[in-house]
Each structure stands twice: as structure tokens, then as C-alpha cells.
T-cell receptor, first 115, second 116 residues
Framework: AQSVTQLDSQVPVFEEAPVELRCNYSSSVSVYLFWYVQYPNQGLQLLLK??????LVKGINGFEAEFNKSQTSFHLRKPSVHISDTAEYFC?????????????FGTGTRLTIIP | KAGVTQTPRYLIKTRGQQVTLSCSPISGHRSVSWYQQTPGQGLQFLFE???????NKGNFPGRFSGRQFSNSRSEMNVSTLELGDSALYLCASSFRWTEPSTDTQYFGPGTRLTVL
């Protein structure tokens, strides 16, 4: 069985400061990894995903994440945040089983940008 | 290209009633997955349908069921509603991993169900 741990439930950050949202996963098989963002009263939007290859993945809105297999981590980073980044961020994992659409999500990190 | 649509957006029911939620996937997508989001349990996978067949199922009681039609639209049904069923129900569509490097699950805005 897979699991995802997001270590911080809330992260306040000043505008234009850098941010890192932490994500660790546990799985007995190789996985695909994802970060989704949820704005208030909306569904989830994919920020980025790691499937294979380069461990540094770039996504939309200036976000990037680094896959670290030895530490089973997939932390999300942005060098300079904006007010519009205020949202809840979810890390998710799916095992590398062809045809398995099930995503296992972390509990989410609420990012609050302070002007 | 139209996104995933879910209807209705908001729903209020009372305990013991049943409810049906609808999801229309992105054109061309054949897989529809359903998730329940609550403050206490977070996002949990309910089930996935592909080509009108349930392919994967999460750990929910039999009161939660679904189906998929030939046009890939999906419905989920919850019978004998309980207070704990109050949640945001999200649906996601995808091609279904035919090409993992490009396939992605796209989520709808959700249906917020309140059970009184």
C-alpha cells in the first residue's frame, strides 16, 4: 500500500520570499508523483508530475519539485511567491501499474502568502 | 477544449435519502475517477470507470456506487445518506495511461454535498 505524508499542514510565507512544501511517500513499488493545487471553491489543478528521467521537474506558475528516491521525497519549491499562490497544495502518488488510475493523496498544505 | 464538468455544484439532502451526482469528462477521455474530500479524511479514492466497467475501487461501503455510460459520462450514487457523507465529491478524467508521459487526470470543480 502507498502513503503520502505532507509534513506541514500550514505554511505562511511573505510575498516574494521562497517556499518549500514537503512531501514524503511510502510505497513498495515504483511510483509516479504529482503535485496538485486547489484554489478556494475549485477542483484540483495539476502543477507538475514526475514519471521518470530527470529528478528535477518544472511545472506551471514557476513551481518545481525534486524527486529524491533515497529519501522518498518529492518536495515542491518556488523561488519567489505571489499573493495568487495562496491555495492548498496536495502531493499525490500513483503506482507504476499500467492502467492504475488511483491517486493516493497527502493531507494537504495550506500556503498563505503574507503581503 | 471544455474541462470536466460536474452537476450539480451544490446539493443539500437529509439523512436516509439517496443522491446521484454526474460527471462529464473531457472530450476523448474514457476514464473517470471519483474522489471524496472531507476535512477529516482528506482526499480519498472512491472508484474508477473505464469503458463502462469499474476498474478500481477504494475502501468505501456498498452504499457508494457508480456507473459509466457509452459516452464516458459517469454518475455516482450514494444511498441511505449519513451525516458523514457530507463532502466535496470530485471527479477526474483521463485517457487512462495509454501514454503515461502525457496522460494526466484532470479534475472537475466538484459537487458539494451537505447531509442534514
Amino acid at each position: 500500500a502507498q502513503s503520502v505524508t505532507q509534513l506541514d499542514s500550514q505554511v505562511p510565507v511573505f510575498e516574494e520570499a521562497p517556499v518549500e512544501l514537503r512531501c514524503n511517500y511510502s510505497s513498495s513499488v515504483s511510483v509516479y508523483l504529482f503535485w496538485y493545487v486547489q484554489y478556494p471553491n475549485q477542483g484540483l489543478q495539476l502543477l507538475l508530475k514526475y514519471l521518470s528521467g530527470s529528478t528535477l521537474v518544472k511545472g506551471i506558475n514557476g513551481f518545481e519539485a525534486e524527486f529524491n528516491k533515497s529519501q522518498t521525497s518529492f518536495h515542491l519549491r518556488k523561488p519567489s511567491v505571489h499573493i495568487s499562490d495562496t491555495a492548498e497544495y496536495f502531493c499525490a502518488v500513483s503506482d507504476r501499474d499500467f492502467g492504475n488510475e488511483k491517486l493516493t493523496f497527502g493531507t494537504g498544505t495550506r500556503l498563505t502568502i503574507i503581503p | 477544449k471544455a474541462g470536466v464538468t460536474q452537476t450539480p455544484r451544490y446539493l443539500i439532502k437529509t439523512r436516509g435519502q439517496q443522491v446521484t451526482l454526474s460527471c462529464s469528462p473531457i472530450s476523448g477521455h474514457r476514464s473517470v475517477s471519483w474522489y471524496q474530500q472531507t476535512p477529516g479524511q482528506g482526499l480519498q479514492f472512491l472508484f474508477e470507470y473505464f469503458s463502462e466497467t469499474q476498474r478500481n475501487k477504494g475502501n468505501f461501503p456498498g452504499r457508494f456506487s457508480g456507473r459509466q455510460f457509452s459516452n464516458s459520462r459517469s454518475e455516482m450514487n450514494v444511498s441511505t445518506l449519513e451525516l458523514g457523507d457530507s463532502a466535496l465529491y470530485l471527479c477526474a478524467s483521463s485517457f487512462r495511461w495509454t501514454e503515461p508521459s502525457t496522460d494526466t487526470q484532470y479534475f472537475g470543480p466538484g459537487t458539494r454535498l451537505t447531509v442534514l
